[in-house]
């Protein structure tokens, strides 16, 4: 990320005086970033983990803890609380009262339980879990946002001395989660996107639906999907700033949005590019990284009632610490101690 974009980030982060929870305590690069998060003063933190082992891996990477809350779910007072809200949220799906014991005794279970709860403003877990298990735990014990049906999730894209987007950065939907969407998903991911936008940058969401067509240039089932998931949007959103479908040219370059989709109010000024699928959204977020050495940020969470995030399991400590700003920025307001 560019520096200026990420001290933007991670001030505004700051100035929210959050409290995050991190289930994987113990993996190295988890307990540098809690370190990074509380002496830069972004957030305070809560690791996740046996007490002594953490603090046996801080101790052989020279990383001062004491200002970080250490929690272990196994032997935590409110585990019993927590298995039965667990147990209220899922009997409907089936579980049963033992099972939900046991899911909380898992970090990555207890510390969604947490943000539930609210004693926690966000979560960041995935470094040493699939993103499978990340979102199992946060869906089944946070459920998605009101009016959504679908979790998702976007990446920051940061362009180099780019005039796109906004000053060069854009969000990319979806690049993790919902391989091959229905029109109804795309108008879900279309909406939550729009929102990460105004909350990480405080900006208007100008809302490209991506395809290979602009304006009925070509005809398919792909390009079908993508028109009916603009008027979805449009029909349950019509102050949403949407248009679609269109090309990747159309949406960015003004010269070229005016001459494919003249009067769209999206076209040649698009700062969010929804892809038609993950197959598109995916390779077209690391095209972008690797070829206009672009930084590249997520995939993010989003959808959900509450803010929290997957990682990929080859983060850096910086990348850590800074998804943990974006899910701040997402947070409604902070927690109370």
């Given at each position: 990320?560019?520096?200026?974009?990420?001290?933007?980030?991670?001030?505004?982060?700051?100035?929210?005086?959050?409290?995050?929870?991190?289930?994987?305590?113990?993996?190295?690069?988890?307990?540098q970033?809690?370190?990074?998060?509380?002496?830069?003063e972004?957030?305070?933190?809560?690791?996740?983990g046996?007490?002594?082992?953490?603090?046996?891996?801080?101790?052989?990477?020279?990383?001062?803890?004491?200002?970080?809350?250490?929690?272990?779910?196994?032997?935590s007072?409110?585990?019993?609380?927590?298995?039965?809200?667990?147990?209220?949220?899922?009997?409907?799906?089936?579980?049963?009262?033992d099972?939900?014991?046991?899911?909380?005794?898992?970090?990555?279970?207890?510390?969604?339980?947490m943000?539930?709860?609210?004693?926690?403003?966000?979560?960041?877990?995935?470094?040493?879990?699939?993103?499978?298990?990340?979102v199992?735990?946060?869906?089944?014990?946070?459920?998605?946002?009101?009016?959504?049906?679908?979790?998702?999730?976007?990446?920051?894209m940061?362009l180099p001395?780019?005039?796109?987007?906004?000053?060069?950065?854009?969000?990319?939907?979806?690049?993790?989660?919902?391989?091959?969407?229905?029109?109804?998903?795309?108008?879900?991911?279309?909406?939550?996107?729009?929102?990460?936008m105004?909350?990480?940058?405080?900006?208007?969401?100008?809302v490209?639906?991506i395809?290979?067509?602009?304006?009925?240039?070509?005809?398919?089932e792909?390009?079908?999907?993508?028109?009916?998931?603009?008027?979805?949007?449009?029909?349950?959103?019509?102050?949403?700033m949407?248009?679609?479908?269109?090309?990747?040219?159309?949406?960015?370059v003004?010269?070229?949005?005016?001459r494919?989709?003249?009067?769209?109010?999206?076209?040649?000024?698009?700062?969010?590019?929804?892809?038609?699928?993950l197959?598109?959204?995916?390779s077209?977020?690391?095209?972008?990284e690797?070829?206009?050495?672009?930084?590249?940020?997520?995939?993010?969470?989003?959808?959900?009632?509450?803010?929290?995030?997957?990682?990929?399991?080859?983060?850096?400590t910086?990348d850590i610490?800074?998804i943990?700003?974006?899910?701040?920025?997402?947070?409604?307001?902070?927690?109370?101690?």
């Open positions: 990320m560019a520096v200026d974009i990420r001290e933007k980030i991670r001030s505004a982060a700051a100035k929210r005086h959050a409290k995050l929870v991190l289930p994987e305590g113990a993996e190295p690069r988890v307990i970033a809690a370190a990074t998060l509380i002496s830069h972004i957030a305070c933190v809560v690791l996740l046996d007490p002594a082992e953490i603090l046996a891996v801080a101790r052989k990477n020279h990383v001062d803890l004491s200002d970080v809350e250490l929690l272990h779910p196994a032997k007072p409110d585990l019993a609380e927590y298995a039965e809200e667990f147990y209220q949220l899922r009997k409907h799906k089936g579980l049963s009262s099972d939900a014991h046991k899911a909380m005794a898992d970090p990555l279970y207890y510390g969604a339980m943000l539930h709860k609210g004693a926690v403003d966000g979560y960041v877990g995935g470094c040493i879990n699939p993103t499978a298990h990340v199992r735990a946060c869906l089944h014990c946070l459920g998605t946002a009101p009016g959504i049906k679908t979790v998702s999730s976007c990446s920051v940061v001395h780019s005039r796109y987007g906004v000053d060069g950065t854009l969000l990319f939907a979806d690049t993790g989660v919902v391989p091959d969407p229905t029109a109804e998903q795309l108008a879900d991911i279309a909406w939550s996107t729009a929102q990460s105004r909350r990480f940058f405080n900006v208007e969401p100008f490209a639906m395809s290979f067509s602009t304006k009925g240039s070509a005809k398919h792909i390009i079908e999907k993508v028109i009916q998931a603009t008027r979805i949007a449009r029909e349950r959103w019509p102050e949403l949407i248009d679609g479908e269109m090309q990747v040219d159309a949406a960015l003004p010269e070229v949005g005016r494919k989709a003249p009067g769209s109010p999206v076209a040649g000024k698009a700062n969010v590019l929804v892809f038609p699928d197959n598109a959204a995916n077209a977020y690391k095209l972008t690797r070829l206009a050495l672009a930084g590249a940020y997520g995939p993010i969470l989003q959808g959900l009632t509450k803010p929290a995030s997957d990682l990929s399991r080859g983060c850096s910086e610490v800074d943990a700003a974006f899910v701040i920025l997402q947070a409604e307001a902070p927690c109370k101690d």
